[in-house]
T-cell receptor, first 117, second 110 residues
Framework: NAGVMQNPRHLVRRRGQEARLRCSPMKGHSHVYWYRQLPEEGLKFMVYLQKENIIDESGMPKERFSAEFPKEGPSILRIQQVVRGDSAAYFC???????????????FGQGTRLTVV | GQNIDQPTEMTATEGAIVQINCTYQTSGFNGLFWYQQHAGEAPTFLSYNVLDGLEEKGRFSSFLSRSKGYSYLLLKELQMKDSASYLCAVRKYNTDKLIFGTGTRLQVFP
């Protein structure tokens, strides 16, 4: 059972370009979360999705950022017109169930390290 | 809102025991998680507490007191490979997002 798969692992974009980060959850997991981690800082929640639905996007910047989790295929975090401040590690996590009960811990992917030059 | 506090850095000696504390303030608490993260790698799940008390798993144990908004992660028989950041995270009721502290960077010396 493969873990959470993210690609690319490293992504370099020039200012103003678009960045597309992909996340395939673990098999059987229908809940996906995106987190951003700046150097020397903790993980900051961005968005929580289930298939075809955004459940909680309270951590997403209001502009330039969007996320989707289509019926088929991976979840995508899209950043338009990237700026230097978007440089960070972006982690995706998945879990099998919704509300809190034992065994619903989220499993993280290896992350995509975005560098904006 | 929510506030999660952990020490920024700790050091310990190989073979020793270390306790990493985490205090939190949140409404609608629904579980506390500890993750380990090596530099440049993904966080990996260590433990989950939702009821008061101690959960033991091998060399790692985690304790929770909901009335005090307090948890600790206890690492026994420290090994060099335990040098990593340890992240405390709280989950709120009716949501599944985790609110993370900034993490505690642990360095284990020989």
């Amino acid at each position: 059972n493969a873990g959470v798969m993210q690609n690319p692992r490293h992504l370099v974009r020039r200012r103003g370009q678009e960045a597309r980060l992909r996340c395939s959850p673990m098999k059987g997991h229908s809940h996906v979360y995106w987190y951003r981690q700046l150097p020397e800082e903790g993980l900051k929640f961005m968005v929580y999705l289930q298939k075809e639905n955004i459940i909680d996007e309270s951590g997403m910047p209001k502009e330039r950022f969007s996320a989707e989790f289509p019926k088929e295929g991976p979840s995508i975090l899209r950043i338009q017109q990237v700026v230097r401040g978007d440089s960070a590690a972006y982690f995706c996590a998945s879990s099998p169930l919704g509300q809190g009960s034992r065994g619903t811990e989220a499993f993280f992917g290896q992350g995509t390290r975005l560098t904006v030059v | 809102g929510q506030n999660i506090d952990q020490p920024t850095e700790m050091t310990a000696t190989e073979g020793a025991i270390v306790q990493i504390n985490c205090t939190y303030q949140t409404s609608g608490f629904n579980g506390l998680f500890w993750y380990q993260q090596h530099a440049g790698e993904a966080p990996t799940f260590l433990s989950y507490n939702v009821l008061d008390g101690l959960e033991e798993k091998g060399r790692f144990s985690s304790f929770l007191s909901r009335s005090k908004g307090y948890s600790y992660l206890l690492l026994k028989e420290l090994q060099m490979k335990d040098s990593a950041s340890y992240l405390c995270a709280v989950r709120k009721y009716n949501t599944d997002k985790l609110i993370f502290g900034t993490g505690t960077r642990l360095q284990v010396f020989p």
